[in-house]
């Protein structure tokens, strides 16, 4: 036997050899049926998840069509004619639009006065909502006890309560406030109405800041305050805009405060013009009504719109690295 037989012998496998088979080196991997398992549980799987987030699809797609109908609609009767508005088989788009309704709602009532008042309103009432908020969550968040756990409650309690059972009261100390049928009355309800709900988001989102941020504040010698301005409050930035955005937009809309409270035309908020259009007998003057609802619902559509990548933007990405 020759070196070159010998060393091929012993690279053969010592296995006998079967007919037509071939012979296998050593260190080869042998073959075992986990992979064609693995990719048949994924052929059968991937239908069914297609069929899942087709669904899940559908089902956004049914929700947004469902949001969109009323704004969409009520785009198209703005501009449409009188003629068009009377008809008994109507439209999605106006075969003659015009701008005519728009001219006669603001001939008729008031509306920039009236979305000046909203505006202030509703701007005022969010900063102070906020301001006042910021720190109460805070302290909610931070010092776990039975007295913040008691606020929270209240605080939650507090959303159930309808606008009819708050109204008296309200009303009673205003008029000793001698508030009543005053833009800065109005605006002190609409604080008040908004500051458990921007308390309890707020704290939500102060409880998802992790601590030891804080600690390290601490550590370098940062008090209390100090850690609260340059250290929680940039990270709750989006916390605190999408705050604030739902406290205006809620402000901005509120109609039941702003007409048991105000009597005065020109102090009037711009959902009470808008019942105006409305007639002696209920009939409602539709096509400069549909011109200003829409007028009306704009801008908290821009402002959602312009600061909506602030809301949805995580901040806290990155902040503590374990």
């Known amino acids: 036997m020759t070196a070159t037989e010998s060393t091929g012998g012993s690279e053969r496998s010592s296995a006998p ?12 991997p042998r073959r075992t049926s ?53 008809s008994m ?41 906020i301001l006042l908020a ?11 006890n039975r007295l913040s756990r008691a606020a929270t409650g209240w605080v939650v309690i507090s959303q159930a309560f309808p606008l009819v059972l708050v109204i008296i009261p309200l009303f009673l100390i ?37 601590r030891e941020l804080e600690e390290a504040a601490a550590v370098d010698g940062a008090g209390r305050l100090r850690t609260l301005v340059a250290v929680t409050a940039p990270l709750l930035a989006p916390g605190i805009v999408a705050t ?19 009597k005065s035309p020109e102090k009037q908020t711009l959902p009470v013009v808008l019942t105006h259009f409305l007639g002696a007998e209920g009939v ?10 829409l007028l009306a619902t704009l801008p908290s559509l821009l402002l959602f719109a312009a600061i909506q990548r602030r809301i949805t933007g995580g901040m806290l990405a990155g902040a503590v690295k374990n």
């Open 244 to 262: 604030a955005l739902f406290a205006f937009i809620t402000a901005w809309n509120e109609f039941f405060f702003a007409l048991v409270l105000l």
């Open 174 to 210: 205003l008029k000793g406030l001698h508030l009543v049928d005053s833009r800065i009355g109005l605006i002190m309800v609409y604080v008040v109405w908004s500051l458990p709900f921007a308390l309890w988001m707020l704290t939500g989102y102060v409880r998802a800041i992790p």
């Open 34 to 86: 986990t992979p064609r398992r693995t990719s048949t549980s994924r052929r059968r799987a991937t239908p069914r998840r297609t069929a899942t987030r087709a669904g899940q699809y559908a089902a956004l797609l049914g929700y947004l069509a469902f949001l969109a109908f009323p704004f969409l609609w009520l785009l198209s009767t703005a501009f449409k004619p009188p003629r068009e508005l009377g």
């Open 134 to 144: 910021t720190p109460m969550a805070y302290v909610l968040a931070r010092f776990r």
């Open 17 to 28: 050899r079967g007919a037509g088979s071939a012979p296998v080196p050593r260190g080869t």
């Open 284 to 293: 409602a003057d539709l096509g400069p009504l549909a011109a200003a609802a």
């Open 89 to 129: 088989h109507p439209t999605w788009i106006p075969e003659a639009p015009t701008l005519e309704n728009f001219r006669q709602a603001f001939a008729q009532q008031p509306l920039l006065a009236a979305a000046g008042n909203s505006l202030l309103a509703a701007a005022v009432s969010a900063l102070l909502a």
